[in-house]
């Protein structure tokens, strides 16, 4: 038997039996998704690849719970492609596609839009009054993004953060301030998933003076020494406020305007507190020591000069200013150099060595001391150009003026005597004044 015809007989039978088989069904796969990132609140086409002509259903997350988002048919080549919104809210932008039974969790990218930030306030404020003020925060396409922003100061060079706010809906948080002070202000408003971060530029807000600041001659010489302004005055007038002397003024006043040998101890003094308008036009918190048998006729005084609103440049107390070798007290050249208004001071007068002055009793007043000088043995002290030069508010040379007739109502006797208006002395009511050996006559600061 020949092989080769039977062979070639085989080869035709098998090749037929292949080619009549039916084709193998392709395994099913998982959807394939992918999006292009969008803002939100707009929608996204969301890319479908599944088998051709498959049914693929969409769903989406809503509250912890799957809702349907639609249905699209692939294509012959397998591909669709779905409108699918986007959130603010990335737990809401998880979507699942479920194809032949298969499913693909997905996460729609969501893009954060630029926005911008604004603060707004009046340029202007009168010190103690609150103002409005407003912060604005809105997207590039002017839609209002709710959320935190927090509104800061710029203090001793630094940015200090205030208060955190609520934007609403509409993009606007409102709150109200009380700056005592000249401030700038900002905003910051931190990203969100959907809102990128922004800062404002800054507001400068201006704070005026309450009242009339004081006009002194241009020619008029500027105190030698300066001093911090004491703090802003708070409460209504000038809510005057006297107790003993605490503890820490004790330490500071003890080898300085107070020391051993003095004729008046810690339990015959008092500390007042008292507001006073200064020489800006603001409200001040001043506080100054005195003889408990006079402080309250003191406190009158310098009450009825606020509510005539007579200023006074600065109230420290003296102790302030150090020990002095000349005076054997605080530093009273000091203090009137910086046009300081103090009381107690246990010292020799200004220019007379071993001469105690009616400070050391508690008992003396100097107001206003650089605009009202005081001739002591050496010359005037503290300014030589004042003596020739009166003001209606801050310096007196006749007994008409309103400050000396305001003490002389509280029984405070102004000591002029041609060579020292700063100088009143408290006389108890029914009291007598002090008397100082050697003082009769000559005035004795």
């Known amino acids: 038997m020949r092989l080769g015809p039977l062979l070639a007989s085989l080869s035709v039978v098998l090749a037929g039996t292949l080619l009549s088989a039916p084709p193998v069904a392709a395994e099913p796969s998982a959807p394939v998704l992918s999006a292009a990132a969008s803002y939100a609140d ?18 989406r997350t809503l509250d912890g719970a799957w809702v349907p988002a639609g249905a699209v048919t692939t294509d012959a080549e397998g591909h669709a492609t779905l409108a699918v919104a986007v959130s603010r809210l990335p737990e809401r932008n998880a979507v699942r596609a479920t194809a032949a039974g298969l499913t693909t969790p997905y996460q729609l990218p969501l893009r954060a839009i630029a926005t911008w930030t604004r603060v707004i306030g009046p340029a202007t404020v009168v010190d103690e009054r609150t103002i409005p003020l407003a912060v604005v925060r809105r997207t590039s396409e002017g839609v209002g993004v709710p959320g935190p922003v927090v509104l800061q100061r710029l203090v001793s060079g630094a940015w200090r953060s205030v208060q955190t706010l609520r934007v609403d809906t509409t993009g606007v948080a409102r709150t109200r301030t009380q700056p005592r002070d000249d401030s700038r202000w900002r905003a910051v408003s931190p990203a969100q998933a959907w809102a990128a971060s922004s800062v404002s530029p800054q507001v400068a807000i201006d704070n005026l003076p309450p009242g009339r600041a004081v006009m002194l001659p241009r020619s008029a010489p500027a ?160 300014n030589a150009w004042w003596p020739a030069h009166s003001d209606p508010r801050v310096a007196w040379r006749t007994s008409s003026h309103p400050v000396v007739r305001i003490m002389n109502r509280h029984g405070l006797r102004w000591t002029y005597r041609v060579s020292d208006s700063q100088h009143f002395d408290a006389v108890p009511r029914g009291g007598r004044p002090i008397v100082v050996p050697g003082c009769e006559v000559v005035v004795c600061h």
Not at 42 to 59: D, G, H
């Open 42 to 59: 707009r929608a996204t086409a969301l890319s479908i690849t599944a088998a051709p002509e498959t049914l693929v259903s969409v769903e």
């Open 223 to 382: 105190p030698r020494r300066t001093l911090p302004a004491q703090a802003r005055a708070t409460g209504a007038g000038a809510r005057p406020v006297i107790t003993k002397i605490p503890d820490g003024v004790w330490r500071s006043m003890v080898g300085r305007s107070w020391h051993r040998g003095c004729p008046v101890g810690r339990s015959g003094l008092r500390l007042l507190r008292i507001n006073y308008w200064d020489y800006s036009g603001y409200r001040r918190r001043g506080e100054l020591v005195a003889a408990a048998s006079v402080v309250r006729q003191m406190s009158g005084a310098l009450k009825d000069m606020y509510d005539a609103r007579l200023p006074i440049r600065s109230m420290y107390r003296v102790d302030r200013f150090g020990w002095s070798g000349r005076v054997q007290g605080a530093d009273d050249y000091a203090s009137m150099a910086a046009g300081n208004t103090s009381a107690f001071n246990c010292r020799w007068v200004v220019g007379r060595p071993g001469v105690r002055s009616p400070h050391a009793y508690g008992r003396a007043l100097d107001v206003n001391t650089w605009e009202n000088p005081y001739r002591s043995s050496q010359g005037w002290v503290p």
